[in-house]
């Protein structure tokens, strides 16, 4: 294997060695039920081990029931759900890949309806009640909904805020006890942690408000305390939101100092997503400071300015996700100092067999060694395939 290719390069984060720097970015699939992972998440989650990308994450776990986005989220509050989760990680394990959860409370983006549904991704209604208890009150930091017509949160007492800092904690403990190596604390998007974060979902004038100290101070809080439960080896991730997009929000100033401060508490690697607080993000161009359409925003790569400012001014490991479709893109990003890591959603979706593409483009295994041996027929056709079309 050329060692110059960077995309392929181990990285090793306190115990756990990554085989390369392609990381499954995490990705709800609205399929289980009770918050225990479905025959959907092993065909899921597998594919992507076999696709063999270095780290796969679950889609965002909920560390209590009511910090689920909706009823059918994962979830890993009890055992039953790690018990589901055990073969998953054992396949992934199997693949030589290493298995990561992201862990996350929805906060006031809480019992919203599947994507899947008839009405869409909105705030479920009494009338959709039999939907495993939904809808249920949901939790922030100031009793703000999301937009008009969402859920009217309430405002957490610091008891409440004590309660989810434990069962961040135990969700961190449970999900190592099912096999998972790499944990991810999920502060961006708009969810609970992110909410306490940013001016437009904070109101507090308490000592978890107010100024940046004060908002940064209960995520800062979990993060110190699933640091201190779990062991010394064990790799730690937050994703964040960058920005927020928005007037008065969330901006890449906070969020360098934010990761200065998660680098403090133990975290290795900050995931640099954004937006998310409100209704859609609007980005602004990095070069000349004007407002971008959604469409035109999301570019390839179009976060990973933020990884790069994070990663070069904060002093931590970062990872860039946000339409990295093209082996050559990663491989750049890499190279050029943007990120430690690269995390693909759709594009991994889309095709699971990317890292072994990209190795393929990339002149790291030309002669498909990485694949599984299972698929040794399909390969040895297409290495026919490609000595036929070069000849
Ligand atoms: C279907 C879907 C589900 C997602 N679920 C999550 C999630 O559970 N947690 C999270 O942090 N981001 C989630 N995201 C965001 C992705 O992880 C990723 O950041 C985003 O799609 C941009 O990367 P991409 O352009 O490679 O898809 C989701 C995105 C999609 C499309």
Redesign the pocket.
């Known amino acids: 294997m050329p060692s110059s290719v960077k995309l392929f390069e181990a990285l090793t984060l306190r115990d756990t060695t990554l085989p390369n720097r392609i990381v499954v ?5 609205y399929s289980a039920i009770d918050g225990v992972a479905q025959p959907w998440h092993f065909a899921h989650l597998s594919s992507f081990a076999r696709g063999k990308a270095g780290l796969v994450f679950t ?2 776990a909920a560390v209590e029931a009511r910090g689920r986005i909706t009823p059918d989220c994962l979830g890993i509050w009890n055992d039953a759900q790690a018990d589901a989760l055990r073969p998953i990680v054992e396949f992934i394990e199997s693949m030589g890949c290493v298995p990561g959860m ?1 862990l ?1 409370h929805a906060g006031r983006k809480a019992s919203t309806s599947s994507p899947f549904s008839k009405r869409g991704p909105v705030p479920l209604t009494e009338a959709e009640a039999g939907d495993a208890g939904a809808p249920w009150q949901t939790v922030a930091p100031s009793p703000l909904p999301v937009a008009e017509g969402w859920h009217l949160p309430i405002e957490l007492d610091d008891h409440e805020m004590q309660n989810i800092e434990q069962a961040f904690v135990a969700s961190a403990r449970r999900a190592l006890q099912a096999g998972f190596r790499v944990l991810e604390l ?1 502060m ?2 708009g969810y609970l942690l992110h909410s306490f974060l940013s001016p437009l979902g904070n109101r507090r004038d308490d000592a978890y408000g107010g100024d940046l100290e004060g908002r940064m101070r209960f995520p800062l809080q979990v993060a110190t305390a699933v640091r201190a439960a779990i062991p010394d080896g064990t790799p730690l991730f937050a ?1 964040i939101s960058a920005i927020d997009g928005r007037e008065g929000g969330w901006s890449i100033e906070d969020s360098v100092e934010f990761s200065r401060r998660l680098a403090a508490a133990g975290v290795d690697v900050v995931d640099c ?1 954004s937006g998310g607080i409100g209704g859609a993000p609007r980005f602004r161009s990095d070069d000349e400071g004007k407002p971008l359409t959604r469409d035109s925003a ?1 570019r390839p790569g179009f976060q990973v300015p933020f990884s790069r400012a994070i990663r070069e001014q904060a002093g931590i490991r970062t990872m860039a ?5 093209d082996p050559r893109q990663a491989e750049e990003i890499l190279r050029s100092g943007g990120a430690d890591l690269v ?7 889309y095709d699971p067999f990317w890292p072994l593409r990209a190795a393929e483009t990339l002149g790291v295994d030309p002669d498909f060694r990485m694949w599984p041996p299972q698929y040794a027929w399909a390969v040895d056709r297409r290495a026919q395939i490609k000595t036929l079309n070069e000849s």
């Open positions: 970015s995490p990705l709800c699939q889609e965002a992201q996350a999920h961006a998007h994703r997503s999301r996700v946000g339409v990295i479709i995390a693909l959603g759709r594009e991994l979706m």
